[in-house]
């Protein structure tokens, strides 16, 4: 079965600070990863995605996120973080298919002036 | 615009009483989704609908029932026999199996007392 662990529950960081937001996955066959974000009382925006491909991968607001196949990692980092960055973080797995994404537990980035 | 919308963004009811959502998506999308989540424990799938007429159960489909007669409406029925029904429940869908992502409505906060 897929599982996927954020490992952070809580990242405090000041403005314009670098930022990493940890996701580990497990699965037995390929995968596809995810991470999105989500604003107060809000759905769920894709940030970015990997499918296949470079393991770098870039997104919106200046998001990317590492693809790192042998330690089954899929960090999310920014080189400068903004106030409007604070906002819960997910990442998600999908095998593919009809697509079931399996998502974390979330992490909730706080950006202080 | 295209989209998905979720009604009402609010909702209070008693205990022992059904409730329905609404979701409703203009994107031609195949797939549609609901999922629940909890403060802390990311987002669990409930339902989902690869095509008219057809749902699967998801991880936590107790208590809850879903029907899919129009390609673009998927309604979740919150039944009284679901033992915690208080959560806030997010609509998604995805264009099918050839698609890895899912495109996420605002949200529907439940309160039942």
């Known amino acids: 079965a897929q599982s996927v662990t954020q490992l952070d529950s809580q990242v405090p960081v000041f403005e314009e600070a670098p930022v990493e937001l940890r996701c580990n996955y497990s699965s037995s066959v390929s995968v596809y990863l995810f991470w999105y974000v989500q604003y107060p009382n809000q759905g769920l925006q894709l940030l970015l995605k990997?499918?296949?491909?470079?393991?770098l991968v870039k997104g919106i607001n200046g998001f990317e996120a590492e693809f790192n196949k042998s330690q089954t990692s899929f960090h999310l980092r920014k080189p400068s973080v903004h106030i409007s960055d604070t906002a819960e973080y997910f990442c998600a797995v999908s095998s593919g298919g009809y697509n079931k994404l399996i998502f974390g537990a979330g992490t909730r980035l706080a950006v202080h002036p | 615009d295209g989209g998905i919308t979720q009604s009402p963004k609010y909702l209070f009811r008693k205990e022992g009483q059904n409730v329905t959502l609404s979701c409703e998506q203009n994107?031609?999308?195949?797939?549609m989704y609901w999922y629940r989540q909890d403060p802390g424990q990311g987002l669990r799938l409930i339902y989902y609908s690869q095509i008219v007429n057809d749902f699967q159960k998801g991880d936590i489909a107790e208590g809850y029932s879903v029907s899919r007669e129009k390609k673009e409406s998927f309604p979740l029925t919150v039944t009284s026999a679901q033992k915690n029904p208080t959560a806030f429940y997010l609509c998604?869908?995805?264009?099918?199996?050839?698609?890895?992502?899912?495109?996420f409505g605002p949200g529907t906060r439940l309160t039942v007392t």
């Open positions: 994107l031609n999308h195949d797939a």
């Open positions: 998604a869908s995805s264009a099918g199996q050839a698609s890895h992502e899912q495109y």
């Open positions: 990997y499918l296949s491909g470079s393991t």
